[in-house]
């Protein structure tokens, strides 16, 4: 076996153990099971097939990705600019003997430090690396997420692409690098695709749940079978993470760390409270990074991004291929939702009103006592309000009762979702205006009024241009 076939198989080994540390104590679920086995099945095929290196080195996708040409690595986002940049010499990233150059590409990316959450799940490409004393250290805007890991010469990456949605890169952190920045879809979606290991599903970010021992091996998922997200209640989440900030009364499963299973029949006994600072309450060194947190309203937001940053993308790469499945042309350039077939109306109208219904709030957990963190995280994710004449804004924060202050993501401005093809935006904005006007479009729990939600309706209506039509039709 030549030394390069055995690389890739060692990649591909390493992200089965994961998955299986994962989802140990879940492995009865058929699904889980058959993702395993066909992913062993796929690599020893590879082998006794005689694929070449290159060949196993090519991910097994779906034809959405091919249709897309994902694998062909993406031509245009914030990475890829900045590789230019640092090729160029334009930019240089200063290093330092503590992080590398974490702290410079953190600034030079727009990502503040104060999003720092810290995670001890051994669920990363540096697996061995993560530990409880050593946890990973997670960094986020609205397009890019970064992942530092102490004592390790990379750094993951995660950019959102307005094509292909997340895309994966390392970031050489050894000193005097000209590598920057490299590809890393290969390793990262034998992990990352929404189906598991085989394939067939969409690239995703993730984000989960799971109470671990104190040999940092999972005992008890709570995520389930997806991601922890806006609907997961919050006394099942933030297994495998530190959490910093008030909760009052209201627990969840961070900075838990068990002795055995059994401890779960005693979980409340474990669980760690309004932790002011991590090493101080002799949970964790936190000198070895940029901030002593691991914020707990950086997490809810995290997981509410996440969430809507994954239907767009799953949109992106099923809206093309779905009704082509089913023989349904949808002619080229169209703009508008009734220009559609019918037929293809009903093939992808589902999957729009998903995007409407978690973009709004639809059956989000509600909070049971006040939620409070960083200042400064909180701070900086104000900084880039968009302001109505009232001066509200969809990015004001609730932290009594739920998260936001009104029923409608933020995200409706980003880059992701403005680049949905046409008739998918004309569909989405036309079903904003009509829930958020008052009409019961999605069964489901609502947290906010209908004079919060045609607040919301008019703040949209006020900072974006290209909504403003939908509601003067109404």
């Known amino acids: 076996m030549s030394g390069i076939m055995l690389k890739y198989l060692i990649i591909y080994v390493k992200c089965i153990i994961k998955m299986l540390n994962i989802f140990r104590f879940r492995l009865v679920e058929t699904v889980m099971k058959i993702n395993c086995q066909l992913v062993l099945t796929t690599v020893f095929v590879f082998l006794l097939a005689g694929f070449t290196p290159d060949g196993m080195a090519q991910y097994s996708s779906s034809d959405a990705y091919t249709l ?26 200063e290093y330092n003997s503590e992080r590398g150059y974490l702290d410079n590409l953190l600034q030079v990316l727009d990502i503040d430090p104060d999003s720092q959450m810290l995670v001890f799940s051994a669920t990363s490409l540096q697996n061995k ?3 409880p004393e050593k946890p990973r250290g997670l960094y986020f805007n609205s397009k890019t997420y970064i992942g530092y890991v102490q004592n390790s010469n990379i750094v993951e990456v995660i950019t959102t692409d307005n094509k292909f949605g997340p895309v994966f890169y390392t970031f050489d952190n050894t000193r005097g690098t000209k590598k920057y920045f490299e590809y890393a879809d290969q390793q990262c979606l034998v992990c990352h695709d929404s189906q598991g290991t085989v394939g067939d599903g969409v690239p995703m970010l993730m984000a989960l749940s799971s109470v671990y021992n104190d040999r940092n091996i999972p005992i008890k998922n709570y995520s389930g079978v997806g991601n922890v997200g806006d609907q997961t209640p919050i006394e099942d989440r933030w297994g495998g993470w530190y959490v910093t900030g008030r909760h009052g009364v209201q627990p969840h499963l961070g900075n838990v760390l068990l002795e055995d299973a059994k401890d779960l029949e005693n979980l409340d006994d474990y669980r760690v409270w309004n932790v002011e600072n991590l090493q101080k309450a002799g949970l964790v060194d936190t000198s070895p990074y940029p901030k002593e947190t691991s914020d707990i309203v950086a997490l809810m937001v995290l997981e509410h991004q996440i969430t809507i940053q994954n239907q767009i993308t799953y949109i992106k790469f099923k809206a093309p291929v779905v009704p ?28 729009m009103d998903k995007l409407v219904s978690q973009m709004v709030f639809v059956d989000a957990a509600d909070l049971t006592s006040r939620i409070s963190g960083s200042q400064a995280f909180v701070d ?14 969809l990015r004001d924060l609730d932290l009594r009762n739920r998260l936001f202050k009104y029923p409608l993501s933020y995200l409706i401005y980003s880059d992701e979702f403005t680049s949905l093809p046409p008739y998918a935006k004309d569909y989405i904005y036309q079903q904003l205006a009509r829930y958020l006007n008052g009409e019961e479009l999605f069964e489901g729990h609502s947290q906010f009024t209908l004079e919060e939600r045609k607040a919301a309706l008019d703040i949209l209506s006020a900072t974006e241009p290209a909504f403003a039509p939908y509601k003067d039709h109404l």
Not at 72 to 92: F, M, P, V, W
Not at 381 to 392: M, V
């Open 324 to 351: 082509k499945r089913r023989g349904i042309e949808i002619p080229e350039n169209v703009k508008s939702w009734a220009d559609l077939p019918e037929p293809a109306q009903k093939a992808l109208s589902r999957m």
């Open 68 to 93: 897309l040409g994902y694998g062909s690595g993406a031509e245009r986002n914030n990475i890829t600019d900045l590789q230019q940049k640092l090729q160029s010499g334009e930019i240089e990233l």
């Open 380 to 393: 900086g994710f104000l900084a880039e309000r968009k302001q109505d004449p009232s001066g509200r804004s």
């Open 129 to 131: 690396l993560i530990t």
